[in-house]
């Protein structure tokens, strides 16, 4: 099993450039996940999805789109992207949501956007 | 609404040092509480949880108590080793979603 993976590793973006994030699982998960991660604040969820063909929106979704057509990707867009979305992004998926804890995380993708 | 803070780091010590990195939440209710580990290039990791008041969770000589009078969730290890270094994340689970803290970066020397 390779996990959740996740691609690309690091890009650089100019102001209004779209690009899209891929994450992928082989554990057959219903549940799918994608946070931000800043400096001094932690990780914060963007959307999340609860099966394949479902999205929802998180704590920070402006900005961005989601879309799960497949139930092992989950894909994360940016339109236009804006420095404010400089960034660590990491995807997470789990099989049962009520346990949280048991959320599987990816190695993470470097965003940076001038 | 419901947040977690943890302590400012960067935290460094010496190998077999006594560690602690404070964290405390608040919530409506009675959350799960979870310390998370992220190694350098690495996911989140699961390092350990404890689910109701009084609990103490505990995994690779890391210990944390749920301790509900102090809404706190501080995580010890008696004795850290270089290979402890790594950036920690207190978190809560509500309504089937993790809320983190803003993280704490520790540094183990030799």
């Known amino acids: 099993n390779a996990g959740v993976t996740q691609t690309p590793k690091f890009r650089v973006l100019k102001t209004g450039q779209s690009m899209t994030l891929l994450c992928a699982q082989d554990m057959n998960h219903e549940y799918m996940y994608w946070y931000r991660q800043d400096p001094g604040m932690g990780l914060r969820l963007i959307h999340y999805?609860?099966?394949?063909?479902?999205?929802a929106k998180g704590e920070v979704p402006d900005g961005y789109n989601v879309s799960r057509l497949k139930k092992q990707n989950f894909l994360l867009g940016l339109e236009s992207a804006a420095p404010s979305q400089t960034s660590v992004y990491f995807c997470a998926s789990t099989l049962d949501a009520r346990r949280v804890e048991t959320q599987y995380f990816g190695p993470g993708t470097r965003l940076l956007v001038l | 609404g419901d947040s977690v803070t943890q302590m400012e780091g960067p935290v460094t010590l010496s190998e077999e040092a006594f560690l602690t990195i404070n964290c405390t939440y608040t919530a409506t209710g009675y959350p799960s509480l979870f310390w998370y580990v992220q190694y350098p290039g690495e996911g989140l990791q699961l390092l350990l949880k404890?689910?109701?008041?009084?609990d103490k969770g505990s995994n690779k000589g890391f210990e944390a108590t749920y301790r509900k009078e102090t809404t706190s969730f501080h995580l010890e290890k008696g004795s850290v080793q270089v290979s402890d270094s790594a950036v920690y994340f207190c978190?809560?689970?509500?309504?089937?979603?993790?809320?983190f803290g803003q993280g704490t970066r520790l540094t183990i020397n030799p």
């Open positions: 404890a689910t109701k008041a009084d």
């Open positions: 978190a809560l689970n509500i309504a089937q979603k993790l809320v």
């Open positions: 999805s609860v099966g394949e063909g479902t999205t």
